[in-house]
């Protein structure tokens, strides 16, 4: 089995297309979720709803998803992308609250 080498362009695309049935979520982030921000308890509604205001390739198939939640915070979510021809499935692997400060330069700031 070969694994599909996706570009920032392919999730893109198959993030404006994917469905709440092909979002999976792991028992890892389903207790860091629990964990980490219980108070955002509809993670879906990012991915399905939102516009993502950053997106890093971390492997093949792996990428990291950023949302800001408020002027603060962002919603950092971990997506490993599984193609189950003609189907893709989106494993939800983790997710983390950080400051936006993280993703905003400093020379970039007004």
């Known amino acids: 089995m070969s694994i599909t080498d996706y570009s920032i362009e392919d999730v893109i695309n198959i993030l404006k297309d994917i469905d ?3 979002l999976v979520k ?14 955002l308890d509809i993670i879906d509604d990012f991915i399905l709803k939102k516009e ?3 997106i ?14 408020d002027e ?6 971990l997506i490993d992308i599984k193609s189950t021809n003609p189907e893709v499935k989106i494993n939800l692997i983790t997710c983390i609250k950080q400051s936006s400060k993280r993703r905003v330069r400093k020379d970039e700031k007004s």
């Open 56 to 69: 890093l390739k971390q492997d093949v198939a792996k990428f990291k998803l950023y949302y800001e939640i």
């Open 20 to 22: 709440k049935n092909n």
């Open 72 to 77: 603060k915070y962002d919603l950092i979510i």
């Open 52 to 54: 993502f205001s950053g």
């Open 26 to 39: 792991t028992e890892h982030f389903i207790s860091q979720h629990n964990e980490r921000v219980p108070e």
